[in-house]
């Protein structure tokens, strides 16, 4: 069984209605990302930034899965399937992929401020201010800030390393470390981008691109792969 590798992006979640962490405008859902992803926008203002994700999560909560998180999970009807995503969302897990991790973190996790492996699953509940971890500490979003490590990154190099195929969707490759790991990829692997702004000059150029939306591209990639 060959190991297939996805990276998946905000492209992937925006038809779903969740808005994407960055607006064209530089600001997420009207607040300054500094504000609200940054350990120092905690610090200053923790009540703020708590709102915010709350609210980001009962977003998450009511969306659904869309024809491209469904085609994904199709996929492990034939092939070793590990997921790799920048979304804090669960659709992928909504839509039934088994293997999946988030590298940014998860809305519907909380963590100690005090000890970052203390995480908590909270679903679609709130978290407030005196909500503490079992050490007496402030419980905080799970959510890679920021200007923090990603914990995860190491993990899922090894995952890309031993990719078979790889299959890139609705991200920009812009942000790091994100961005560098399909550089983990071996050259015999089969590589796809589905993008319908894909940038050919950010790419290797064994990347087969498909231009277009993350529902339309992956339904028809998938289909492909499953027949081949």
Not at 26 to 32: A, D, I, P, R, S
Not at 34 to 60: C, H, I, M, S
Not at 75 to 96: C, M, P, S, Y
Not at 122 to 144: A, F, H, T, W
Request: proline share 4%.
């Amino acid at each position: 069984m060959k190991n297939l590798v996805v990276l998946s992006g905000a492209g992937i979640s925006a038809e779903s209605g969740l808005k994407t962490f960055r607006d064209s405008n530089g600001l997420w859902e009207n607040h300054k990302i500094e504000d609200v992803a940054t350990p120092t926008g905690w610090n200053n203002n923790p009540e703020l930034v708590l709102e915010f994700y709350n609210q980001r999560r009962k977003q998450a909560s009511l969306a659904k899965p869309n024809m491209a998180h469904k085609a994904l999970a199709r996929l492990e009807n034939k092939f070793r399937v590990t997921i790799v995503t920048q979304n804090v969302d669960d659709l992928h897990e909504k839509a039934g992929s088994s293997v999946v991790y988030h590298l940014h973190g998860e809305l519907n996790k909380a963590r100690s401020t005090l000890d970052p492996n203390l995480t908590y699953k909270i679903n679609d509940s709130n978290i407030s201010m005196g909500d503490l971890c079992e050490k007496g500490y402030q419980l905080r979003p799970d959510i890679v800030w920021f200007g923090e490590p990603v914990p995860m990154i190491e993990k899922v190099i090894t995952y890309f390393r031993s990719a078979d195929i790889l299959i890139v969707i609705g991200t920009s490759l812009s942000v790091y470390p994100a961005s560098g790991l399909i550089d983990h990829v071996n050259s015999f692997a089969d590589c796809y981008y589905i993008d319908p702004n894909a940038n050919e000059n950010t790419l290797r150029d064994d990347f087969t691109i498909i231009f277009k939306q993350a529902s339309v591209g992956t339904k028809e990639l998938v289909n492909i792969l499953l027949r081949s």
